[in-house]
């Protein structure tokens, strides 16, 4: 069974960029996440997805980060304008439904300069 | 909302020997799942463990709910050990949240 992908691995980009990360879940898992972990820190929900719809984006800076899962699928999560302290690991996750264990990509890694 | 608290922060071992990993949290939570993040920050699962004392290969974990903590034991530690362990609780809706993590780092 293939595991969750995210692309790019590595993104280095300068203040005010815009930057885009890809995540393709585990086949058949209806819920996916998004986590921020920044450097010497455990992870931190950003938002969480039940197929297509938001269930909690409560962490999310909204006026700079966006997310959507469009047809229940893969997803996206953008910045923009980066600023120096998004610099960090953004992981993605997904598991069957909301109540099972979640299984995570490899992250993917931003540096902000 | 709910706290989680890791112990120790760092810990250093000579390959073969056992450690005791302690995870704390403030509340009651739905669930409880440990972790071992990689040098390269892969996360794996270790274990999913609400309740009750799990057991894969060196490794076991034992969640004493009503008392709020949770142990990982690792016992004969080899090199590939190393990386960081975190303890991970659910409360509403599978909304995991972590704790800061501990440090290990096993030498030959």
């Known amino acids: 069974e293939a ?3 995210q692309s790019p691995r590595y993104k280095i980009i300068e203040k005010r960029q815009s930057v885009a990360f890809w995540c393709n879940p585990i086949s058949g898992h209806a819920t ?10 455990g992870p931190k929900l950003l938002i969480q997805f039940q197929n297509n719809g938001v269930v909690d984006d409560s962490q999310l800076p909204k006026d700079r980060f966006s997310a959507e899962r469009l047809k229940g699928v893969d997803s ?5 304008p980066a600023k120096l302290e998004d610099s960090a690991v953004y992981l993605c996750a997904s598991s069957f439904t909301a109540q099972e264990t979640q299984y995570f ?7 902000v300069l | 909302g709910i706290q989680v608290e890791q112990s120790p922060p760092d810990l250093i071992l000579q390959e073969g020997a056992n450690s005791t990993l302690r995870c704390n949290f403030s509340d009651s939570v739905n669930n409880l799942q440990w972790f071992h993040q990689n040098p390269w920050g892969q996360l794996i699962n270790l274990f999913y463990i609400p309740s ?3 057991q894969n290969g060196r490794l076991s974990a034992t969640t ?3 008392e709020r903590y949770s142990l990982l034991y690792i016992s004969s530690s080899q090199t590939t050990d190393s ?10 809706y599978n909304k995991l ?3 800061a993590g501990t440090r290990l780092a096993v030498h030959p």
């Not at chain 2, 990386?83 to 509403?92: D, H, I, L, Q, S």
């Open chain 1, 3 to 5: 595991g969750v992908a």
């Open chain 2, 64 to 66: 004493v709910a009503t």
């Open chain 1, 76 to 80: 996206t999560l953008k910045i923009q």
């Open chain 2, 83 to 92: 990386g960081v362990y975190f303890c991970a609780v659910t409360g509403g």
């Open chain 2, 52 to 54: 009750g004392t799990k």
């Open chain 2, 97 to 99: 949240i972590f704790g």
């Open chain 1, 105 to 111: 990509g490899p992250g993917t890694r931003l540096l």
């Open chain 1, 32 to 41: 996916l996440y998004w986590y921020q972990q920044i450097l010497g820190q």
